[in-house]
């Protein structure tokens, strides 16, 4: 390790937790007050509609504490005044505006306060509420157990505290999300678990023009005939709309509008010649066209990339350069995006993107590749608008595609050691009780951050499997259920602070590794961390001292 890089640590051990190292000297707690000065601001620009009797917008300034740490609710509003300000929202225009010199030193000190105020909030300056892991740290954790990242969407968001996510009034904990604790970890398991083959590395390409411009033709073909009827029915009053294919005559005209708004936009999409070689992607008013690799349903996760030949437009706004790059598990439409990458080559003189992604165990589905779409469908429709009115077709393309290519799995290490890590062999004479009892310790000790379980907890849980594994489960199944259990448990769930009834006690190496860790990369330590603590060396705030300079770190 880099000693600068310990120093570092160190130092934001001695700031971050000032009065809980063991062995150390207490520290001043910090603080984030906001200047009394600065209330002249207040009166001078903001009072006349924020005071206590008037209150606009249900904002009293008046009574507004100075310690922006006070409560939530306060640290809140502070944090709406900064944005106001930085963005211009206050004062109205139509009042008296702050002096730059003011305005500068006000959001100098705001901004300061602010930061350390988020690092009071999100660490009560030293002494952790009890708390639940929140999604991100959650994420984090069941993917340095399990190998893969949980799906989180169905638990409830964390930072409806100010944007804080790690504020332990907000993370509490219900029975529903019990119940959604529990099913994450067994599809979790499942997915992580499972032995599966080794998927065969394959090549798959995507012509852009199969995808897109083929269909479009097909459709527009059908348009143009459907569009012939409707004609043709206008043009006679003797016979019925059924007897052309038509329902009645607002079936008739509907057809009519129909081809008359996209018709124009189909024949420029034809007309231009990439689209005989590729597939032309550009906003329409309701969606983007998209690009979609064959579906992976193996489920052995692995390493892939992406290879896709494209170019843009020379005339695009550089922001509509970028393609994006999605997997949907299920629909298209319900894609999640991965990240983004910009088209360096032309229509002319395309370049070829290459984009390495990775599928955790479990996953299934396809990678969508589409044009960045940064409105929403609101704003898409109203741009296409005032381009229709321009140019009587719609917002103009920004980037064409040859092929998009899928190459994978690859992997680094096979089989994936996970299984045989959480599920080891059978030792030679153990019981069944005696397996049970092995593997559901070593699992809990890891879960619960290298912290033993307590025997009580160990004899119901192996009681579990042998019930399970006794009423006909196989000791696969037997095994996923405990081990959900464990992860359903508030030492897994829950990061703990030690205290007496009173008062806090001092952190023992091995909490301080879990709050160092968690606090920088929002995880659990990793072994090397772990070391460091087992040692006993972590607390030691003089890294450099002779034997610690080679000392390792975790990597962000």
């Known amino acids: 390790m880099k000693p600068f890089l310990l120093v570092t640590i160190a130092a934001m051990a001695a700031t971050i937790f000032p009065a809980r190292i063991v062995g150390q000297d207490t520290l001043p707690v910090p603080s984030a007050v906001m200047p009394e000065k600065h209330f002249t601001v207040f009166e001078k620009y903001c009072l006349d509609c924020h005071d206590a009797l008037t ?69 009560s300056g030293g002494e952790i509420t009890m708390r639940r892991l929140n999604r991100r740290e959650y994420q984090n954790t069941m993917q340095d157990l399990l190998g893969l990242k949980p799906n989180v969407s169905s638990l409830p968001d964390d930072s409806g505290t100010g944007g804080f996510d790690t504020v332990g009034a907000n993370l509490f904990f219900s029975s529903d999300q019990f119940a959604q604790y529990g099913e994450i970890a067994s599809g979790a398991l499942n997915a992580a678990l499972k032995v599966r083959e080794k998927p065969k590395k394959t090549i798959h390409r995507i012509e852009g023009e199969e995808i897109v411009t083929q269909p479009l033709k097909l459709l527009t073909e059908q348009a143009l005939a459907r569009n012939k009827l409707a004609l043709a029915y206008l043009a006679q009053d003797d016979k019925p709309p059924t007897d052309f294919g ?51 349903t193996h489920g052995a996760g692995g390493k892939y990339i992406l290879r896709v030949r494209a170019g843009h437009y020379p005339d695009s706004p550089e922001r509509e350069k970028y393609l994006s790059y999605d997997f949907a598990s299920g629909t298209l439409n319900a894609s999640v995006n991965i990240g983004e990458v910009k088209v360096p080559g032309t229509v002319d003189d395309p370049s070829i993107v ?64 996970v299984p045989n890590e959480l599920l080891p062999a059978e030792l030679a004479n153990e019981t069944e009780e005696d397996y049970a009892r092995r593997i559901i310790t070593k699992f809990a000790t890891r879960a619960f ?25 196989t000791s696969f199944e037997a095994a996923i259920d405990v081990y959900s259990l464990i992860l359903t448990t508030p030492s897994f769930l829950y990061l703990r602070e030690p205290r007496t009834e009173d008062a806090p006690v001092p952190l023992s190496d091995r909490e301080l590794a879990i709050r160092l860790s968690y606090f920088l990369w929002s995880s659990p330590p990793d072994e090397e961390l772990y070391a460091l603590a087992r040692n006993g060396t972590l607390s030691d705030l003089d890294p450099l001292k002779p034997g610690r300079t080679d000392a390792p770190v975790k990597n962000p």
Do not use: C
């Open 246 to 296: 038509f329902r009645d005559n607002a079936h008739v005209n509907k057809q009519a509008n129909r081809f008359k708004a996209s018709h124009r936009e189909s024949m420029d999409y034809l007309n231009r010649p990439e689209s005989e070689t590729g597939a032309i992607l550009h906003h329409k008013k309701n969606r983007t066209p998209s690009i979609a690799t064959p579906k992976i």
């Open 55 to 123: 209150e606009k917008g249900k904002v009293n300034l008046e009574d507004l504490p100075f310690d922006i740490v006070s409560d939530i609710p306060t640290a809140e509003l502070w944090h709406k005044i900064l944005d106001s300000l930085n963005s211009g929202e206050m004062p109205p225009e139509d009042k008296d505006q702050i002096s730059n010199e003011e305005k500068t030193a006000f959001l100098q000190d705001l901004s300061v306060l602010m930061v350390t105020a988020r690092d009071i909030l999100s660490d």
């Open 354 to 417: 290459e984009i390495p992604v990775q599928l955790d165990p479990g996953a299934t589905g396809a990678f969508v590749i589409r044009q960045r779409d940064y409105q929403d469908k609101a704003s898409r429709r109203d741009i296409n608008k005032l381009w229709q009115k321009k140019n009587g077709i719609g917002q103009p393309p920004s980037i064409w595609i040859d092929y998009v290519e899928l190459e994978g799995p690859f992997y680094d290490v096979w089989p994936n050691p």
């Open 449 to 473: 951050r290298e912290k033993a379980p307590e025997p009580e907890l160990v004899g119901k849980l192996v009681s579990r499997y042998l019930s399970k594994s006794g009423g006909g489960d």
